[in-house]
């Protein structure tokens, strides 16, 4: 597999704690690999633009780019075309601003840098390096190429150099020392060790890689045995190691000739044997055993590493694309990454479990229990982030993985969490609602309303026109008991989108439904719908929820209004069907609120004629004409309504206010209340298919 080249959050700088060894030698102690921070990425500052002629060619496709940021290769074709022209002023122009839309994109940092080093601007390459390793250090290669740049650039006479470097390789290792493709920068932290003629630094970076498991473990390991024998021992190991391991082979060695001198004959009277001289070189066979010592100690960390690689081998080996790319990743990618980020979730809670047990009491006897005793980096909370941002370079256009990511944090620091969803909506996502209203979820949950009306503004701003995120904003206001704020958001929506009648007709029907309900002003929301009736007749909706309006106030004093309602509706273009159940309606508020026989009669003989003209037949329209009910579609509130063919696709079912059941399949506006006359309980009102009879008494016979 191809080492990982891109990579995730910003790490801490790693604090580089130098001593001295008895020649007097800095070198550095080794430093606990940082934990990523993803509250920490700044996004790439956009310099002025220096003076003089661009190229050609470059406003065109400058503009091509800039209009459609999301297309990729609108850009690409603009970075070609700056790199062939060789305009530097053009090149940085393009890459600040493509860098900024696609940071991850490691070879563009390299590409810049080399830009302004070719120029003679060094320091601005540094600065280039440096600004894409806050982007993404988890990079490798762009470690590498750092470093590479600062061995090409720096003075090594000057003793400030070696230390600079060191830092370099110090923070390097802090930001993507546990990335599983972090080889390279290993090996060339210690190469460049030995090169500076120091054995025991070398030897102490291998110390540490041998703790990670990384996809060459086993060269590392045969590295530094190498490193072991082509050395004293007492210059490549630690002070103290190496003293307490010679006495530990002296001593053995004593004993092995204890052993022999019992089996030799006795030596003449006289002749004694030599004492040891203090100042003799230490013997080849006492060294060797030395190294036999070290190796030994170091095979039990090697194995404990080995078994922690075998465990990802087969996660590490799904993952066919470990970089950044606009192309989609294909289903077996995606899984891959979920399965690999929950077994390593699942390795923290197992880590987690053994802890409380340990602190119960309990004996704990687990392969993860001597890794955190040997010091090998086999899980916990700094592995499980450094695997989420991993993921989240190649699986950066996918919003899942930054909701689980925060899902994990979100226990852990708020400000964490809200790092991620900044991430996510202002560099990756900004085109991602459902991301977007997450992180505005968030903080209202967490108690910022502030920044979850920014979120939510800047959200709109960016994608005019999508109706859920103006919902949102006026439930946020709702639920914070500003009712005026959220009745002023759906007003101006509703005055907006008068170029739009379905629109129109919706944010009315919001608006009409909140006056109602929370305002408690009918007469303000009659005129909402009656204002959108004027602009929408053809609106089933806007029928329906007046009609609904005037139902649900006080029988004594609305019972006009509810058969002006139906007048309106049946003057109305709306369908056929659905001017029958307009009419039912009207006839049904008549028998249950009518002051009179004679209004029931008439709006009878309305409701026979508007059948007659129709077409229809009365018993069958009564009803339900035998369609299923079935095949009634339900709005939000579980009432039956028409979705009318002009409303957007994605546009929310409007509800009605008061649901009524279901009656006539054939129209899927509002549901039919003939139902209601099916119903046993009405039987003795003659609502079935005898017809009329119980009301023959006053209802002629047909």
Partial sequence: MEPSETSPPQAETADISEVQDDNGREFPEPVEMAVPDPAAFPIPPVEEDEEGDLPGDFERLWKAANDNPQDFTSWTDLLQYCEQE??????????????????????????????????????????????????????????????????????????????????????????????????????????WEKEQGDMR?????????????????????????????????????????????????????????AEQAEDEEERPPGEDEQPADPSAKDSEELMQKVRDQVVLRRD????????????????????????????????????????????????????????????????????QKECRENGVEAAGDRRVRILFERCLIACALYEEFWTKYVLYLEPQSLDEARGIFRRACEVHLPQKHSTHLQWATFEERHGDLVEARRVMEALETATPGLAMVRLRRAGLERRAGH?????????????????????????????????????????????????????????????????????????????????????????????????????QRGLQYAEDYGNSVQSVLSIYEEHQKLLKELGGKKRGAENGGGENPEKMSKDEDGSAGQMPPQVPPTMPHVPMTTPPPSMMGGD???????????????????????????????????
């Fill in 86 to 191: 060789s305009h530097i002023t053009a090149s940085r122009k393009a890459l600040v601003a493509f860098l900024a839309r696609y940071p991850l994109c490691y070879g563009y940092w390299k590409k810049f840098a080399d830009l302004e080093r070719r120029a003679g601007y060094n320091d601005k390459a540094e600065e280039v390096c440096v600004d894409g390793l806050k982007a993404i250090p988890l990079s490798v290669d762009l470690w590498i190429h750092y470093i590479n740049l600062l061995l090409g650039t720096l003075d090594m006479n000057l003793p400030e150099s070696p230390r600079r470097i060191r830092r370099a390789f110090e923070e390097a290792i802090a930001a993507a020392g546990l990335d599983f493709h972090s080889d390279r920068l290993w090996d060339l932290y210690a190469e």
């Fill in 201 to 257: 630094a070398t030897a102490a970076v291998y110390d540490r890689v041998l703790k990670v498991p990384t996809q060459l473990y086993s060269s590392h390991y045969e590295k530094f045995k190498a490193h072991l024998n082509a050395s004293e021992p007492k210059e490549v190991l630690g002070p103290e190691e190496y003293e307490e391991l010679r006495a530990e082979c002296v001593q053995s060695q004593k004993a092995e000739r």
């Fill in 300 to 367: 039990k960390v090697y194995q404990l590493t080995e078994g922690e690689v075998r465990k990802r081998w087969n996660f590490e080996d799904a993952i066919k694309r470990p970089y950044f790319h606009v192309k989609p990743l294909d289903r077996a990618q995606l899984r891959a990454w979920h399965s690999y980020l929950d077994w390593e979730l699942g390795q923290l809670g197992q880590e987690a479990k053994e802890e409380q047990e340990a602190a119960e009491g309990s004996e704990v006897i687990d392969s």
């Fill in 483 to 583: 009712l005026d704020e959220s009745e002023a958001l759906l007003r101006e929506a509703v005055a907006q989108s008068k170029e739009n009648p379905s629109l129109h007709a919706f944010y009315s029907i919001k608006l009409a439904r909140l006056l109602l309900k929370l305002v408690k002003n009918p007469g303000k929301a009659r005129g909402v719908l009656q204002e959108a009736l004027e602009i929408s007749p053809d609106n089933s909706k806007l029928h329906l929820n007046l009609l609904e309006l005037e139902v649900s106030g006080d029988p004594r004093g609305s019972a006009e209004s509810v058969q002006e309602c139906v007048k309106r509706a049946l003057a109305a273009p709306l369908p056929p069907k659905t001017k029958i159940l307009f009419s």
């Fill in 668 to 702: 899927q506006g509002y549901g039919g209340y003939g139902s209601w006359y099916q119903q046993q309980q009405y039987g003795g009102y003659g609502y079935q298919n005898q017809g009329y009879q119980g009301y023959q008494g006053y209802y002629p016979p047909s």
